[in-house]
């Protein structure tokens, strides 16, 4: 018969129910790790008082009953105060929230406030999940949900334990499971806990997950307007960040980060350059030794307004053909400016936008900086390594004479004085040989001359003195960044009455071997140059820091060139699992979804066309069997294996499940007379040094005679039958003193 | 003198035998409806006969928080949001997976402990059964009711109630009363139901008037698993059982017992007297000097001997019901209480033979299940209301027999006894 395994008392669920509340509490707050809103004094202050009501819940019974009917007017004062303070909405809400819950993790709960807990910790997460679209709210929201179902379960059981009681006044002070001991829980909870049940749980969970995927992805979608940005109430703040004034070091600075910045999937692969160049910003006015975007320049390029929309039509044409789409997952704290490798024919935003367009710049910049992930859709992008710019080019034209402002706007300004001016003319002699030279060939030389004198740092020294410190750098000899050598370009194309600017963005990428994107980090943060070439009225791109050619050679596409940045590390993996979260959650749409439906039919489609196929071989094949001549070998192989196949079938049915059902009767599992036996075995066998398999031949001279009979009484009770066990507990006294002796006798023996 | 109930046993009321027998609910054995699709998606979609799904407070919570969350998914277009939506859907399946796995392989029964007695605490236990291999069974409530039923003919069916078939009934007073004849009761499954594992369950009620009572499980409900829905079964298990009337206290008056005639009498029913009644065969913990061993020779089988019973004095009650003499309700239900009472402590007494309602012939109350029937018949007797031959003479009838217990009103209230017409006991 099977032995009834004990229940859980109605103090223990209550002290379960305790346990889980205080884990939930702080799942919920531990969410500020990855929400860049200011609560990390909230949330420590919430985490070790949650943890001390944890490991002592007698302690919150300490709290004179007064502080409770303070509690309430406390938290909106508190909740006033920040909102006045700080003037942000989300971030007091979110601070509330903690507040609340640190009261609720360090009281003790009726049944509401343990469903007030469940809504302030969802609530928090999901706050959380939806401004950062963080891989860690993915596995956050599933751990809180497991805790959060068991803490439910819980509270059903404490509810039903305690049904129908009659119910004395109000609850005492210090409720009566606090006086009881964890280690106690859980040894209670390793008897009551049935390993069936518990894997039933865990495949129910597994199930959970499967069905939540199964509606997330046929859940139907359609667009309702935009009206709810959870990230309008709370403040965007950058962690690294390209903006429109870059001093000399912010881009080498960004490249100390090894974050990811931008996943790109792209649906031809032929398509990706062997060196792509993501444009974000043009910088085109030096001064004091730092680039900007000239306040003319952006008024003339940006002055068309903030457009509102998912969709930008850019001036490039689709290429005839199947399009190709470049997703782009845009990560937070990186710039306003979207990475793009140049002109585009559409861009498309998951979500409505605010943004400015700069067609001749071939800049998109939003308004604000996101503060979560954004995703975009660029089709027909164009990446060469040239920009049409036919406006610049008549404006070349129109704006004859050399006042500032045509200066500026034909991105002619040097921006240093005559002393540097005249420094800058030499060295353009020294290059070109006082001859003018069309624009490829003049970057080939300057690129060749930088190269010549200065090596690449990323530590440069740029010398002291008077002058333009850029200027400075040129003249010696010293290393420097790809900043000091675009600067330096473009100063000297523009001294040669070139038109030339600096652009920032990103350089290179790997491609990610598990997931099949590119992978592109602020570590491959990086400038270059862009000269105008009047002949053909485009910008084109050079690259002066040594070691990275932008040349024609680079411009190769394809598979083979990916070879080279293919990343199979684990770090790849990691963002692969990034991407996924990407592309099949967060980026998940009405057009995803009809996609996923097209891949499913096509799967079950093709499966079943594989599955037609392999019956009609088999078909075949038992055919081909049977026509084949029947020798008497082959039918007595036949008859011998449906012989053996009985005769295994016949000996599992006789012996096979009685040994079975043995094997399990005897399983010393959960039996605690078996387990204590087994403990007492242990000791004696570390006492006596002698193995436990080992210990009949062995004991007869390694220890007493009356250990021996303890040992084989302990055996008996350890893996013999019920019905010949010895009385327990007389045994475990024996195994006791035997203990001492033995201990007694090695002591004597060492000394 | 008082009356304390007899710890009397009734074989009508034994619990029922056998591994299905009484067993009601989804783990009850019953012949299996054929599987198909549709039923199936029906019974997804529609909730079965007889089972109500009410949301709770937090599963209105948890309804109001998806339709939060989905209205700001669809306004937003946020995945995020999605996800969590269908997280909540997924639980709220879950919820109903769990639920249904927890009412699945449980059956209940009613067992009713006899007898059940006016103004006594009677016990109906309710017997569980978790027939799953592994799964318990958790946080189940039964409701219970007990109720009077009506005697006489069920009116006849209609489809369509009129003002006219209600005459001057008022119903919220007719329903008000029904309500208050009503018992209801929960109890409620505080512990773990094992697997294979069963559990009795009682519930300890107040008959308040002798009749006959129907008891009834009203209804199951669980919150299980996590509190969102309240599921509710209702079930037809009922049983019916006598009420008998409940006990008296009376005083004797004089004397007046039974004449003895001489050398007694032998009663015809198996005693420890010295006639011989019968012989039967031999049972188990028979004393061997009772095995009549020339009969167990002619047989070839061990017979024992059985003997009749003696008595010295009996005492035959006749109780009329003459609506003409008990004009008062509270003074009938006296009489029939002081009845019962009498007739149960004579049969104790040994000095019951018979006992006569009207003018029905007398019956013989010869074993505890004469006595049983007799209680069962006195629980439902109603006041006569056509007049029998002899309602003309009360106490000093009939004067041609002996030992006849008759009944006749003392005062407003109480009710008397009389011997051959001699007062003997009075309420």
Same mark, same amino acid.
């Given at each position: 018969?099977?032995?009834?395994?004990?229940?859980?008392?109605?103090?223990?669920?209550?002290?379960?129910?305790?346990?889980?509340?205080?884990?939930?509490?702080?799942?919920?707050?531990?969410?500020?790790?990855?929400?860049?809103?200011?609560?990390?004094?909230?949330?420590?202050?919430?985490?070790?008082?949650?943890?001390?009501?944890?490991?002592?819940?007698?302690?919150?019974?300490?709290?004179?009953?007064?502080?409770?009917?303070?509690?309430?007017?406390?938290?909106?004062?508190?909740?006033?105060?920040?909102?006045?303070?700080?003037?942000?909405?989300?971030?007091?809400?979110?601070?509330?929230?903690?507040?609340?819950?640190?009261?609720?993790?360090?009281?003790?709960?009726?049944?509401?406030?343990?469903?007030?807990?469940?809504?302030?910790?969802?609530?928090?997460?999901?706050?959380?999940?939806?401004?950062?679209?963080?891989?860690?709210?993915?596995?956050?929201?599933?751990?809180?949900?497991?805790?959060?179902?068991?803490?439910?379960?819980?509270?059903?059981?404490?509810?039903?334990?305690?049904?129908?009681?009659?119910?004395?006044?109000?609850?005492?002070?210090?409720?009566?499971?606090?006086?009881?001991?964890?280690?106690?829980?859980?040894?209670?909870?390793?008897?009551?806990?049935?390993?069936?049940?518990?894997?039933?749980?865990?495949?129910?969970?597994?199930?959970?997950?499967?069905?939540?995927?199964?509606?997330?992805?046929?859940?139907?979608?359609?667009?309702?307007?935009?009206?709810?940005?959870?990230?309008?109430?709370?403040?965007?703040?950058?962690?690294?960040?390209?903006?429109?004034?870059?001093?000399?070091?912010?881009?080498?600075?960004?490249?100390?980060?090894?974050?990811?910045?931008?996943?790109?999937?792209?649906?031809?692969?032929?398509?990706?350059?062997?060196?792509?160049?993501?444009?974000?910003?043009?910088?085109?006015?030096?001064?004091?030794?730092?680039?900007?975007?000239?306040?003319?320049?952006?008024?003339?390029?940006?002055?068309?307004?903030?457009?509102?929309?998912?969709?930008?039509?850019?001036?490039?044409?689709?290429?005839?053909?199947?399009?190709?789409?470049?997703?782009?997952?845009?990560?937070?704290?990186?710039?306003?400016?979207?990475?793009?490798?140049?002109?585009?024919?559409?861009?498309?935003?998951?979500?409505?936008?605010?943004?400015?367009?700069?067609?001749?710049?071939?800049?998109?910049?939003?308004?604000?900086?996101?503060?979560?992930?954004?995703?975009?859709?660029?089709?027909?992008?164009?990446?060469?390594?040239?920009?049409?710019?036919?406006?610049?080019?008549?404006?070349?034209?129109?704006?004859?004479?050399?006042?500032?402002?045509?200066?500026?706007?034909?991105?002619?300004?040097?921006?240093?004085?005559?002393?540097?001016?005249?420094?800058?003319?030499?060295?353009?002699?020294?290059?070109?040989?006082?001859?003018?030279?069309?624009?490829?060939?003049?970057?080939?030389?300057?690129?060749?001359?930088?190269?010549?004198?200065?090596?690449?740092?990323?530590?440069?020294?740029?010398?002291?003195?008077?002058?333009?410190?850029?200027?400075?750098?040129?003249?010696?000899?010293?290393?420097?960044?790809?900043?000091?050598?675009?600067?330096?370009?473009?100063?000297?194309?523009?001294?040669?009455?070139?038109?030339?600017?600096?652009?920032?963005?990103?350089?290179?990428?790997?491609?990610?071997?598990?997931?099949?994107?590119?992978?592109?980090?602020?570590?491959?943060?990086?400038?270059?140059?862009?000269?105008?070439?009047?002949?053909?009225?485009?910008?084109?791109?050079?690259?002066?820091?040594?070691?990275?050619?932008?040349?024609?050679?680079?411009?190769?596409?394809?598979?083979?060139?990916?070879?080279?940045?293919?990343?199979?590390?684990?770090?790849?993996?990691?963002?692969?699992?990034?991407?996924?979260?990407?592309?099949?959650?967060?980026?998940?749409?009405?057009?995803?979804?009809?996609?996923?439906?097209?891949?499913?039919?096509?799967?079950?489609?093709?499966?079943?066309?594989?599955?037609?196929?392999?019956?009609?071989?088999?078909?075949?094949?038992?055919?081909?069997?049977?026509?084949?001549?029947?020798?008497?070998?082959?039918?007595?192989?036949?008859?011998?294996?449906?012989?053996?196949?009985?005769?295994?079938?016949?000996?599992?049915?006789?012996?096979?499940?009685?040994?079975?059902?043995?094997?399990?009767?005897?399983?010393?599992?959960?039996?605690?007379?078996?387990?204590?036996?087994?403990?007492?075995?242990?000791?004696?066998?570390?006492?006596?040094?002698?193995?436990?398999?080992?210990?009949?031949?062995?004991?007869?001279?390694?220890?007493?005679?009356?250990?021996?009979?303890?040992?084989?009484?302990?055996?008996?009770?350890?893996?013999?039958?019920?019905?010949?066990?010895?009385?327990?507990?007389?045994?475990?006294?024996?195994?006791?003193?035997?203990?001492?002796?033995?201990?007694?006798?090695?002591?004597?023996?060492?000394? | 003198?008082?009356?304390?109930?007899?710890?009397?046993?009734?074989?009508?009321?034994?619990?029922?035998?056998?591994?299905?027998?009484?067993?009601?609910?989804?783990?009850?054995?019953?012949?299996?409806?054929?599987?198909?699709?549709?039923?199936?998606?029906?019974?997804?979609?529609?909730?079965?006969?007889?089972?109500?799904?009410?949301?709770?407070?937090?599963?209105?919570?948890?309804?109001?928080?998806?339709?939060?969350?989905?209205?700001?998914?669809?306004?937003?277009?946020?995945?995020?949001?999605?996800?969590?939506?269908?997280?909540?859907?997924?639980?709220?399946?879950?919820?109903?997976?769990?639920?249904?796995?927890?009412?699945?392989?449980?059956?209940?029964?009613?067992?009713?402990?006899?007898?059940?007695?006016?103004?006594?605490?009677?016990?109906?236990?309710?017997?569980? *059964?978790?027939?799953? !291999?592994?799964?318990?069974? %958790?946080?189940?409530?039964? @409701?219970?009711? $007990? /109720?009077?039923?009506?005697? &006489?003919?069920?009116?006849?069916?209609?489809?369509?109630?009129?003002?006219?078939?209600?005459?001057?009934?008022?119903?919220?007073?007719?329903?008000?009363?029904?309500?208050?004849?009503?018992?209801?009761?929960?109890?409620?499954?505080?512990?773990?139901?094992?697997?294979?594992?069963?559990?009795?369950?009682?519930?300890?009620?107040?008959?308040?008037?002798?009749?006959?009572?129907?008891?009834?499980?009203?209804?199951?409900?669980?919150?299980?698993?996590?509190?969102?829905?309240?599921?509710?079964?209702?079930?037809?298990?009922?049983?019916? *059982?006598?009420?008998? !009337?409940?006990?008296?206290? %009376?005083?004797?008056?004089? @004397?007046?017992? $039974? /004449?003895?005639?001489?050398? &007694?009498?032998?009663?015809?029913?198996?005693?420890?007297?010295?006639?011989?009644?019968?012989?039967?065969?031999?049972?188990?913990?028979?004393?061997?000097?009772?095995?009549?061993?020339?009969?167990?020779?002619?047989?070839?089988?061990?017979?024992?001997?059985?003997?009749?019973?003696?008595?010295?004095?009996?005492?035959?009650?006749?109780?009329?019901?003459?609506?003409?003499?008990?004009?008062?309700?509270?003074?009938?239900?006296?009489?029939?209480?002081?009845?019962?009472?009498?007739?149960?402590?004579?049969?104790?007494?040994?000095?019951?033979?018979?006992?006569?309602?009207?003018?029905?012939?007398?019956?013989?109350?010869?074993?505890?299940?004469?006595?049983?029937?007799?209680?069962?018949?006195?629980?439902?007797?109603?006041?006569?209301?056509?007049?029998?031959?002899?309602?003309?003479?009360?106490?000093?009838?009939?004067?041609?027999?002996?030992?006849?217990?008759?009944?006749?009103?003392?005062?407003?209230?109480?009710?008397?006894?009389?011997?051959?017409?001699?007062?003997?006991?009075?309420?």
């Amino acid at each position: 018969m099977e032995k009834k395994r004990p229940q859980l008392s109605l103090e223990e669920l209550h002290q379960l129910k305790w346990l889980l509340g205080g884990v939930l509490v702080l799942l919920s707050v531990w969410t500020v790790f990855y929400l860049e809103i200011e609560a990390w004094t909230l949330m420590g202050l919430t985490t070790v008082a949650v943890m001390a009501a944890l490991i002592r819940p007698a302690l919150p019974a300490r709290l004179p009953p007064w502080t409770h009917r303070l509690v309430f007017p406390a938290v909106v004062m508190f909740f006033i105060g920040d909102l006045w303070l700080n003037t942000q909405v989300l971030p007091a809400i979110v601070r509330l929230d903690i507040l609340l819950l640190l009261y609720r993790g360090v009281s003790y709960r009726q049944k509401r406030d343990d469903l007030q807990v469940i809504i302030l910790g969802l609530f928090l997460i999901v706050v959380a999940g939806v401004l950062t679209v963080s891989l860690a709210f993915a596995a956050q929201i599933l751990v809180f949900t497991a805790c959060a179902l068991a803490f439910l379960l819980v509270i059903n059981l404490v509810e039903s334990a305690d049904a129908g009681r009659p119910k004395d006044g109000a609850p005492p002070r210090v409720p009566a499971w606090t006086h009881l001991g964890w280690r106690r829980l859980w040894a209670r909870l390793r008897e009551v806990a049935d390993w069936r049940v518990l894997v039933l749980g865990g495949v129910l969970f597994v199930g959970v997950v499967g069905v939540s995927a199964l509606l997330f992805l046929a859940i139907p979608r359609f667009q309702l307007e935009n009206s709810l940005f959870l990230e309008r109430f709370a403040a965007k703040k950058a962690r690294t960040g390209f903006n429109d004034n870059i001093k000399f070091g912010d881009v080498t600075e960004i490249q100390q980060d090894t974050s990811v910045a931008l996943s790109v999937d792209v649906t031809d692969r032929s398509q990706i350059p062997a060196a792509p160049y993501w444009r974000m910003l043009v910088l085109d006015e030096y001064r004091a030794g730092s680039f900007r975007l000239s306040p003319l320049l952006r008024y003339r390029e940006f002055s068309r307004g903030e457009r509102v929309g998912d969709t930008i039509r850019g001036t490039a044409r689709s290429p005839r053909g199947e399009p190709v789409y470049w997703t782009f997952y845009f990560e937070s704290g990186v710039s306003r400016y979207l990475p793009l490798l140049g002109p585009f024919a559409q861009v498309r935003f998951r979500e409505t936008q605010n943004y400015r367009v700069a067609t001749n710049l071939g800049v998109v910049a939003l308004r604000e900086e996101p503060a979560a992930m954004t995703a975009y859709r660029v089709e027909g992008m164009d990446a060469s390594d040239r920009l049409p710019d036919a406006n610049f080019a008549l404006r070349l034209l129109k704006l004859p004479g050399t006042d500032p402002q045509s200066t500026t706007l034909k991105m002619l300004g040097l921006g240093v004085n005559a002393a540097d001016q005249a420094t800058l003319a030499g060295m353009v002699r020294e290059i070109t040989g006082g001859v003018a030279l069309p624009v490829a060939e003049f970057s080939r030389r300057t690129e060749a001359w930088l190269a010549r004198r200065h090596r690449y740092s990323l530590n440069p020294n740029v010398p002291g003195g008077a002058g333009d410190p850029l200027v400075r750098w040129m003249a010696s000899g010293e290393a420097g960044h790809c900043e000091l050598f675009a600067g330096s370009f473009v100063l000297l194309a523009r001294t040669a009455g070139l038109s030339a600017r600096v652009v920032t963005g990103f350089r290179g990428g790997t491609w990610n071997g598990y997931s099949n994107n590119f992978t592109i980090r602020n570590s491959d943060a990086h400038a270059w140059c862009e000269v105008f070439d009047a002949a053909s009225a485009a910008w084109l791109r050079t690259d002066p820091t040594p070691g990275a050619d932008a040349g024609p050679g680079e411009q190769a596409k394809g598979e083979a060139t990916l070879a080279r940045r293919l990343d199979r590390s684990w770090a790849a993996r990691w963002d692969s699992l990034r991407v996924f979260w990407y592309r099949r959650i967060v980026n998940f749409d009405q057009r995803s979804q009809v996609e996923t439906l097209k891949a499913v039919k096509e799967a079950t489609e093709k499966s079943g066309q594989q599955l037609r196929v392999k019956l009609s071989e088999m078909v075949e094949r038992l055919k081909a069997w049977l026509a084949s001549p029947w020798t008497a070998e082959r039918v007595a192989k036949i008859l011998g294996s449906v012989v053996a196949l009985a005769g295994l079938i016949w000996a599992w049915r006789e012996f096979g499940r009685g040994w079975w059902r043995q094997l399990r009767r005897n399983a010393p599992s959960g039996d605690p007379v078996r387990l204590q036996a087994g403990r007492w075995l242990r000791e004696l066998t570390v006492l006596t040094g002698a193995s436990e398999s080992a210990q009949a031949s062995a004991r007869s001279w390694v220890v007493g005679p009356e250990t021996a009979r303890v040992i084989d009484d302990l055996q008996r009770l350890r893996f013999g039958a019920r019905a010949t066990w010895p009385e327990p507990e007389a045994v475990f006294r024996r195994a006791r003193v035997a203990v001492r002796a033995e201990r007694r006798r090695g002591r004597v023996t060492a000394s | 003198m008082s009356a304390a109930p007899a710890a009397l046993t009734s074989p009508q009321v034994a619990p029922p035998s056998g591994p299905a027998a009484g067993w009601s609910g989804p783990g009850a054995r019953s012949k299996r409806r054929r599987f198909t699709w549709n039923a199936l998606l029906w019974a997804l979609i529609f909730p079965q006969r007889g089972q109500r799904i009410l949301p709770t407070l937090s599963g209105t919570l948890l309804i109001a928080l998806s339709l939060g969350i989905g209205m700001a998914a669809y306004n937003s277009a946020n995945n995020i949001l999605f996800i969590t939506l269908s997280l909540l859907l997924a639980c709220l399946i879950l919820s109903g997976v769990l639920s249904w796995l927890n009412f699945r392989g449980v059956a209940w029964r009613l067992e009713l402990a006899p007898p059940l007695r006016a103004g006594h605490e009677a016990v109906v236990g309710l017997g569980l *059964r978790n027939g799953k !291999p592994f799964l318990p069974t %958790y946080g189940l409530w039964f @409701e219970l009711l $007990a /109720r009077p039923v009506e005697e &006489g003919p069920p009116p006849p069916p209609k489809s369509t109630i009129t003002g006219n078939d209600l005459g001057d009934l008022d119903v919220r007073a007719a329903w008000k009363q029904a309500a208050l004849a009503e018992q209801r009761g929960q109890l409620f499954l505080r512990e773990r139901l094992d697997p294979r594992g069963e559990l009795r369950l009682d519930w300890l009620f107040k008959p308040t008037k002798r009749g006959r009572l129907s008891v009834e499980l009203a209804g199951i409900g669980s919150q299980f698993p996590f509190g969102f829905l309240r599921k509710h079964l209702t079930t037809e298990l009922r049983e019916e *059982r006598f009420v008998w !009337p409940a006990p008296v206290d %009376y005083r004797r008056l004089a @004397e007046a017992g $039974a /004449r003895r005639t001489a050398g &007694g009498e032998r009663a015809a029913r198996a005693g420890q007297g010295l006639d011989l009644l019968a012989l039967r065969r031999y049972a188990s913990g028979d004393s061997h000097r009772l095995i009549h061993w020339k009969a167990s020779a002619r047989s070839r089988t061990l017979l024992v001997r059985q003997f009749a019973a003696e008595t010295t004095e009996g005492f035959s009650i006749w109780l009329r019901t003459d609506a003409a003499i008990w004009t008062r309700p509270e003074q009938f239900e006296r009489l029939v209480s002081f009845c019962a009472t009498l007739a149960e402590d004579l049969f104790r007494a040994g000095q019951l033979t018979a006992l006569a309602i009207d003018d029905e012939a007398p019956l013989p109350v010869r074993r505890v299940r004469d006595l049983e029937q007799l209680l069962d018949r006195l629980a439902i007797i109603q006041p006569r209301k056509e007049l029998g031959p002899g309602h003309a003479v009360l106490a000093a009838e009939p004067k041609a027999k002996r030992n006849v217990l008759t009944f006749a009103p003392d005062g407003a209230h109480a009710v008397a006894a009389y011997v051959d017409g001699e007062k003997t006991a009075t309420t």
